[in-house]
Nanobody
């Protein structure tokens, strides 16, 4: 599975962005997908994850209620809708995929996209 994240950019605090994670491969619908973020010099941080079927998802406490993860398996794409953005949300965002249950641990994921930069100005 190859993943490509897109949709990052510069937004003011309080604004919204939608990230997309497009996947190649006919079996993408069987993969759980997670979003993670990482700032230079810091550890990668879990953001959200969604089950292969799309009927279960969970979030980091820091984004709960502001971000929403969803997927369209017909389009081989997972989305991360980000609202009420804060300057501390500034990071490079990565999507990742794995077979099996959705997980908050980056070590569980086998496939990674290249990352997309989100910058939130105050």
């Amino acid at each position: 599975v190859q993943l490509q994240a897109s949709g990052g950019g510069l937004v003011q605090a309080g604004g919204s962005l939608r990230l997309s994670c497009a996947a190649s491969g006919r079996t993408f619908s069987s993969y759980a997908v997670g979003w993670f973020r990482q700032a230079p010099g810091k550890e990668r941080e879990f953001v959200a994850a969604i089950r292969w079927s799309g009927d279960s998802a969970y979030y980091a406490d820091s984004v709960e209620g502001r971000f929403a993860i969803s997927r369209d398996n017909a389009k081989n794409t997972v989305y991360l809708q980000m609202s009420m953005l804060k300057p501390e949300d500034t990071d490079v965002y990565y999507c990742a995929a794995r077979q099996g249950r959705h997980s908050s641990s980056d070590h569980d994921y086998d496939y990674w996209g290249q990352g997309t930069l989100v910058t939130v100005s105050s």
